[in-house]
């Protein structure tokens, strides 16, 4: 399957994506909105790419992927 997003990043685009993504636990719908379309744009980081799930994805699901190879931090 082709992704359209990344999967390394340098050690301070992985601390902002947490902090976006951290926001967008805290957020209202609209403001979630505008988070996750600044991981995309800023990052081309595309958290479908990473779960189905629909319980949210944390910076702590960001940390696991790190810690199983599969987010790359340079």
């Known amino acids: 399957m082709e992704t359209k997003g ?6 301070v685009q992985a601390l902002e994506i947490k902090e976006l993504l951290h926001k967008i636990r805290l957020s209202k719908r609209d403001e979630q909105k505008m988070y996750r ?4 744009k800023d990052y081309k980081f595309y958290i479908c790419e990473f779960t189905t799930s629909n319980n949210g994805f944390t910076p702590d699901d960001f940390d696991n992927l790190v810690n199983a190879g599969i987010i790359y931090l340079t």
């Open 6 to 11: 990344k999967r390394s990043f340098i050690a």
């Open 37 to 40: 379309n600044k991981l995309r």
